[in-house]
């Protein structure tokens, strides 16, 4: 129980962006340059 509470906790306080699209919707600016995910070749 106390391995899920703190799955939730930490869920819940993660403030990063996911997408450029939360990002320019919270900013109000547009996005000049991403860096893409890249996964092992």
Known sequence: MVSVGLVFLLEY???TYKN????EKDLGIPVLGAIPDVENL
């Open 20 to 23: 450029k699209e939360q990002l």
């Open 13 to 15: 306080l993660d403030n």
